[in-house]
Antibody, heavy 120, light 111 residues
Framework: QVQLQESGPGLVKPSETLSLTCTVS????????WDWIRRPPGKGLEWIAY???????NYNPSLKSRVSTSVDTSKNQFSLKLSSVTAADTAVYYC???????????????WGKGTTVTVS | QSMLTQPPSVSGAPGQRVTISCTGS?????????VHWYQQLPGTAPKLLIY???HRPSGVPDRFSASRSGTSASLAITGLQAEDEADYFC???????????FGGGTKLTVL
């Protein structure tokens, strides 16, 4: 059974860079699309980015200028960097997997437990 | 980025039926991308409830069902139970951003 675990600092200062890593266990990271999604306090879910195991990636246009993602298939991990953070970036950040191999249109069937990041 | 449109809240008494709507646009549901539904209980990660418009993953009770027509979709919950109290989100693919788009979420209160 695939499991995802987010890791990274829970507190980031304004104007600095938020860095998170998602470790995939129970299956290979290969051939799937992997997402970063966040939920700010009192708000809904917001898609941040996806990355494919080839390294192909795409970002939410509202965050594109500040976001980057990477994948390390040897470690079964993928990562998120969000620069120049403000209080508006305070949220629970989730890593997640699309359900069908090679299909970014498919549902998201595996989620990490989420990690709370506070910008202050 | 645009969101899919959901009502902010719905409520119902135990045993009743409630529905949650999800309205999209030409770049998501209108382009025939599937809609998926998630349940998020307080303090937990979202859980896949319905995939590909109408299908339930293994383990999801048949009290949960969904439908879809054109740019609209709907989630129905029958035999409402206290444990159903949660936030519900619809999600699809948006070809304007080439990525996922979520609804704003609907808070279900069981009276």
């Amino acid at each position: 059974q695939v499991q995802l675990q987010e890791s990274g600092p829970g507190l980031v200062k304004p104007s600095e860079t938020l860095s998170l890593t998602c470790t995939v266990s129970g299956d290979s990271i290969s051939n799937y699309y992997w997402d970063w999604i966040r939920r700010p306090p009192g708000k809904g879910l917001e898609w941040i980015a996806y990355i494919y195991t080839s390294g192909s990636t795409n970002y939410n246009p509202s965050l594109k200028s500040r976001v980057s993602t990477s994948v390390d298939t040897s470690k079964n991990q993928f990562s998120l960097k969000l620069s120049s953070v403000t209080a508006a970036d305070t949220a629970v950040y989730y890593c997640a997997r699309h359900s069908r191999a090679n299909d970014v249109w498919s549902s998201i069937d595996v989620w990490g437990k989420g990690t709370t990041v506070t910008v202050s | 980025q645009s969101m899919l449109t959901q009502p902010p809240s719905v409520s119902g008494a135990p045993g009743q039926r409630v529905t949650i709507s999800c309205t999209g646009s030409s770049s998501d549901l209108g382009s025939n991308y599937n809609v998926h539904w998630y349940q998020q209980l307080p303090g937990t990660a979202p859980k896949l409830l319905i995939y590909d418009d109408i299908h339930r993953p293994s383990g999801v009770p048949d009290r949960f069902s969904a439908s879809r027509s054109g740019t609209s979709a709907s989630l129905a919950i029958t035999g409402l139970q206290a444990e159903d109290e949660a936030d519900y989100f619809c999600q699809s693919y948006d070809n304007r951003v080439s990525g996922s788009v979520f609804g704003g979420g609907t808070k279900l209160t069981v009276l």
